[in-house]
């Protein structure tokens, strides 16, 4: 059947109607009309579709259209030379035009000078290429203010082949408030950046994937790399030039211990310097967490921490040195009065919980002090370490040998089981203490004067056993040295004693208690009184007449012994003046002994001289005698006094001559006038060859350096007979004389000289008999 879609409406028509003239006779008429009737109707909806298409196309362009127009963002249709021939409402306004001006407007001349030609350069790409661009450029002209905008170009349509694009479509962003956004952000990291430079420690910024997000210049210069070179690398390679994290006993890695523990961590590494030396490096890892605290990252710091270390070490060893020096003898290393002190109390409070004693024992060394005068501290230093290490060699580990300063030590005997154990221990002392002491190949002797108090028989307190075993020292001294001594309770009422006496002394001087007694010097060959010795009494109200060795060591304690000396030295030469004027001892001198805190005045001579002068005496009527070790622990200091004494005609000779060290040398440098043999020497004359061999010495050593030479202490006629074979001249002790009161010893002159003969004077040596300046 014949197809009659493709005719056209009038067509059809015309058909139908010469259908209906010529088929009228036609059997098929009425199916012939049926068919025609269907095509219509669907004619009719086709044209009706049709239109329906047509209204929604223009619909859709009109929804396009406002689409386009009022876009948020711009869009433009470009020609090759940058005209606008199309914008959106959006594009107009950014771009500060009418949207009736495209036909003139040209958007390379409104771009910033210089990015008209990039975008003429874009436009052609894209229209040669096909291929989208997109530029960033700027928008406005000086004065007005540069807007940045980021063009996507592409071709608006694929032209057919042979023939050249003419528009390109643009789409406009203004980036402006992005870029100033990114300005700022660049801005603080370059500020941050120059921060953590300025840090002097390495700082890395590591990811979790140990690669390095940041460094520091010090960084960068540790691992010898710049951050183009460590951009991506990972800690361990940059830093270790290692393909793995480090991870062994010198090299714990903190960046691993920090993503798995989340906080902060501090590790040291020991690496090898390049002088060979270790060195000590302290890493700290933190985490780095973002906004919702998720750790991202760890910030790594390293700091060289060797000298710190160092400083570190020395700073603590000197603080252990100081605790020590505040704690301990410097020179023996034993504990001091503070810790001695401590212990004492820990011994008492555990003695008192497991009900047990404690034994304190107070030494004193014999003899330390005239060793430590004549030979010098050096010498007396090495005797006290010497006698602390015999200390310690002899007591348990757990008791306590301290020095509580000069030549006194404690032993603090802990646990002590029976009493009689202190005693053992102290006696094992005594005994070690009487073997020689080596200093310089010298042996020097020096014994142990031991005092003991008992807890708690003789007290529970620190201060209590302390003093009570100081008191039974002192008697252990009192009762000849080189021994022990338990505390008794008589020795409180010594101490006492002790005090009380110290308090009478202040006062004697101003009561007139003190008294001279004068004791003759005789020569040996003729009889006669040579010279006379005056020495102190105290007249004690209550005790009675007390002798110089029970009050001036106390004397010299406290400070008196300096008025005591200056009312010694004017008694004796006002007595010296009051026998010259009656006519007695004309070629004799007064002797008087000065102490050690005497001969330390600068101005003793002018002193002396002051008081001689005040009572009109002849200056070499009178004589001073000085002890020997002081006078060997002070050559110089002596040496100016003892020439200043001589110019004004006043002997001065040592006494208790042989007791302390004198060197040759010392005694041609003092230019001393006269020796006198200590009574010790002359006591076991002549039987003891010792004493025989020390006294010939002394005699011959007065003789070879013409010095005078007196021995005191005589009290035999057989010691008398022996000096004077030996050659000395004169001699002093009770085989002629006991000390005399002033009356008693002017009868003792007048009869000695009555009973004498009168004898030519001798001559012919500095111990020559006959007159003689004293």
Same mark, same amino acid.
């Given at each position: ?35 025609? %009737? ?5 004619? !009719? ?6 239109? !329906?298409?047509?209204?929604? =196309? ?19 249709? =470009?020609?090759? %030379? ?23 407007? *040209? ?20 229209? +040669? ?58 801005? %603080? ?31 960068? %210069? ?30 714990? @890695? ?85 810790? $001695? ?26 003899? $330390? ?56 221990? &102290? ?9 020689? *002491? ?47 001594? *338990? ?36 020569? =040996? ?40 000396? &200056? ?57 001073? +005698? ?12 002596? &040496? ?10 006043? +002997? ?21 006038? !006269? ?5 010790? *020497?002359?006591?076991?004359?002549? !039987?003891?060859?010792?004493? @025989? ?28 007979? $022996? ?21 008693? $010893? ?29």
């Amino acid at each position: 059947m014949a197809d009659f879609r493709d005719l056209s409406d009038h067509a059809l028509s015309d058909l139908l109607a010469a259908l209906r003239r010529e088929t009228l006779d036609r059997a098929d008429h009425g199916r012939v009309v049926q068919d025609l %009737q269907v095509h219509q109707i669907e004619l !009719e909806m086709q044209n009706r579709e049709l239109r !329906e298409a047509q209204q929604a =196309l223009e619909e859709s362009r009109d929804t396009y259209a406002d689409l386009y127009d009022f876009a948020p963002v711009a869009y433009a249709t =470009l020609t090759r %030379q940058g005209q606008v021939t199309r914008m959106n409402l959006t594009a107009a306004e950014l771009l500060g035009v009418h949207r009736g001006q495209t036909p003139h407007l *040209f958007l390379a001349a409104r771009l910033a000078p210089g990015d008209g030609r990039v975008l003429l350069c874009a436009l052609a790409r894209v229209l +040669e290429s096909g291929e989208e661009e997109a530029i960033e450029v700027g928008l406005g002209r000086p004065p007005r203010p540069r807007r940045d905008l980021r063009l996507v170009i592409r071709r608006e349509r694929r032209p057919p082949p042979g023939a050249v694009p003419a528009q390109c479509r643009c789409a406009l962003f203004e980036i402006t408030e992005i870029r100033q956004a990114q300005a700022a952000v660049l801005a %603080q990291q370059r500020f941050l950046q120059s921060i953590i430079d300025g840090v002097a420690d390495p700082i890395l910024v590591i990811g979790t994937d140990y690669r390095i997000l940041l460094m520091n210049m010090a960084a960068r %210069q540790a691992a010898g790399a710049s951050a183009a070179t460590t951009a991506g690398l990972t800690c361990h390679r940059a830093t270790h030039g290692s393909d793995s994290p480090c991870d062994s006993a010198d090299h714990p @890695c903190p960046v691993r211990q920090v993503l798995a523990g989340g906080t902060a961590v501090t590790v040291i590494h020991r690496h090898r310097g390049a002088d060979g030396q270790p060195r000590w490096i302290e890493l700290i890892g933190s985490p780095l967490r973002d906004a919702t605290g998720t750790v991202i990252g760890v910030i790594e710091s390293a700091r060289d921490i060797t000298a710190h270390l160092a400083l570190t070490e020395r700073l603590q060893e000197r603080e252990v040195q100081l605790e020590h020096l505040a704690q301990h003898d410097p020179l023996t290393g034993l504990p001091n009065r503070l810790l $001695f002190t401590d212990r004492l109390h820990q011994a008492i409070l555990q003695a008192h919980r497991e009900h047990r004693g404690v034994a304190l024992l107070f030494i004193d060394l014999d003899g $330390f002090k005239s060793i430590n005068d004549s030979l010098g501290h050096p010498a007396g230093d090495q005797v006290l370490q010497q006698a602390a290490a015999r200390m310690r060699a002899l007591v348990r580990e757990g008791d306590t040998v301290a020095r509580l300063g000069g030549d006194e030590f404690t032993i603090i005997i802990g646990a002590l089981e029976q009493d009689n154990d202190a005693g053992l221990v &102290a006696h094992k002392l005594i005994e070690a203490f009487r073997q020689p *002491f080596t200093v310089t190949a010298r042996s020097l002797y020096v014994t142990a004067s031991i005092g003991i108090s008992l807890f708690p028989q003789d007290g529970t307190a620190v201060d209590t056993l302390i003093r009570n075993a100081d008191a039974a020292m002192y008697r252990a001294k009192d009762q000849g040295r080189d021994t022990l001594r *338990f505390y008794t309770e008589d020795m409180t009422a010594r101490a006492f004693a002790q005090v009380a006496m110290e308090s009478d002394l202040r006062q004697a001087l101003a009561r007139g208690e003190f008294v001279l007694h004068y004791q003759p010097e005789i020569e =040996l060959a003729t009889g006669r009184i040579a010279g006379l010795e005056a020495l102190i009494r105290w007249q004690h109200p209550e005790r009675g007449l007390v002798g110089p060795d029970q009050f001036i060591p106390l004397a010299e304690s406290t400070g008196l012994i300096v008025p005591i000396s &200056a009312w010694v030295v004017r008694t004796a030469a006002a007595q010296m003046k009051q026998w010259r004027d009656q006519g007695f001892l004309a070629d004799a001198a007064v002797w008087v002994n000065l102490s050690s805190r005497d001969l330390q005045n600068r101005g003793l001579a002018e002193a002396i001289e002051g008081m001689i002068r005040e009572v009109g005496l002849d200056p070499r009527a009178l004589a001073v +005698e000085i002890t020997e070790t002081w006078i060997m622990a002070n050559p110089e200091s002596a &040496a100016g006094n003892i020439q200043r004494l001589q110019t004004l005609g006043i +002997e001065v000779g040592i006494d208790d001559f042989g007791t302390g060290y004198s060197s040759l040398a010392a005694l041609k440098q003092l230019a001393v006038s !006269e020796l006198k043999i200590d009574r010790s *020497f002359v006591a076991g004359l002549p !039987e003891d060859a010792a004493g @025989c061999a020390i006294a010939r010495a002394v005699i011959a050593l007065s003789q070879a350096l013409g010095i005078k030479v007196v021995a005191e202490g005589v009290e035999t006629q057989a010691q008398a007979d $022996f000096l004077k074979r030996e050659g000395c001249r004169i001699a002093q002790g009770y085989l002629f004389s006991r000390p005399l009161p002033k009356t008693e $010893f002017a009868a003792y002159v007048r009869d000695q000289t009555a009973a004498l003969p009168d004898l030519p004077a001798v001559t012919g040596g500095p111990d020559a008999a006959g007159p003689r300046p004293r």
